[in-house]
């Protein structure tokens, strides 16, 4: 397993981690001895990381990762990275809120600090229910300063966003050079992020993203690699959650298809052409993997085996992409 530089965090993470959520669910669902039987097969392969959040099972999965992280010799555990969703209609204090969420996650976690913090709300111009604007985020005493209060208190070392909601607003909050990881939205249907700043494209923009975390030296972990599910196979699960905006379930299938037949066969199954796309891009630390059974593991360390895909492969889906786009 290749390791990747993590932005400026000086970690070296494996190009691809355990994302412990809900949509894949392999350590929220199954019996313990599965969880244990994923987790060695992940650390035999060289994976380093995993990727969970308080709201993952409504804090199962943190309690599951706890306790099979504290199964293993001290010098055999992963890094771990957790996440807060704040209710910003609530009278309840950021600053309370922080301190409640993190000191329940690091309890669940069984741990005295956790490696990575993340902001789980998405990020737009001005702030509009749950989703948390630009103001609230970088002024005076918002949620960046709290963030910053717990990494300096010791209970995180390094902090991060989920880069989901209005590609301006995440724009400025990566480079205010506040926070220092990002999770990206990118897959072989929506790889925009790769895009250069006001590019076209006609599905949830995040253009410019991935350049604007490259000019604050922040690491990626690439989230939604598969589109839910869409890209690895025709069966829906119904845990389809869409994250961006004016998702159109039966459109995505429809570019998934083209996609899949423009890169042929020889490329591996879906889901491992899916992962190797990722990996082709080397501006990404990491790919956070959801997985629903060890066969899915097994898949996913076969496609790292295979490398990225080739420099043809991948002008065959800008090819496709260039066409739909007119």
């Not at 981690?17 to 994923?38: C, Q, T």
Request: with cysteine; glycine share 10%; net charge negative.
């Amino acid at each position: 397993m290749n390791k990747r530089r993590f932005g400026r965090t000086g970690i070296e993470i494996s190009e691809v981690v355990i994302g412990a959520g809900w949509v894949g669910g392999i350590l929220i669902d199954p019996d313990p001895d599965v969880m244990r039987k994923a987790l060695r097969m992940a650390l035999d392969a060289g994976i380093n990381w995993i990727d969970t959040a308080e709201s993952y099972g409504a804090g199962v999965s943190e309690t599951n990762v706890g306790w099979l992280v504290e199964e293993l010799d001290a010098a055999e555990r992963p890094g771990i990275s957790t996440k807060a969703r704040l209710d910003i209609e609530s009278s309840e204090t950021i600053a309370s809120q922080l301190d409640r969420k993190l000191d329940a996650s690091l309890k669940r976690l069984r741990m005295d600090s956790v490696d990575l913090y993340q902001l789980h709300n998405r990020i737009v111009g001005k702030t509009t229910g749950q989703d948390i604007g630009v103001d609230n985020m970088l002024g005076a005493d918002g949620i960046a300063d709290q963030f910053e209060r717990l990494r300096e208190d010791g209970r995180v070392r390094h902090i991060g966003i989920t880069a989901l909601g209005e590609v301006g607003a995440l724009t400025q909050v990566a480079t205010s050079g506040r926070f220092d990881t990002a999770q990206i939205y990118y897959n072989l249907i929506n790889p925009s992020a790769a895009m250069p700043a006001g590019a076209a494209w006609d599905d949830h923009s995040f253009c410019g993203l991935i350049d604007a975390c490259k000019a604050s030296d922040m690491g990626m972990m690439n989230i939604r690699v598969f589109a839910a599910g869409v890209i690895a196979t025709d069966q829906r699960h119904g845990r389809e959650v869409p994250v961006t905006a004016g998702v159109d379930l039966d459109r995505e299938q429809r570019t998934a298809h083209a996609l899949l037949e423009a890169l042929g066969d020889g490329q591996g199954d879906r889901a491992q052409m899916a992962l190797r796309y990722a990996l082709a891009n080397p501006d990404l630390s990491c790919v956070v993997l959801g997985l629903a059974k060890l066969e899915h593991l097994e898949t996913a360390l076969a496609a790292v085996e295979m490398g990225p895909l080739p420099a043809d492969a991948l002008a065959r889906v800008k090819a496709v992409h260039d066409e739909r786009l007119g």
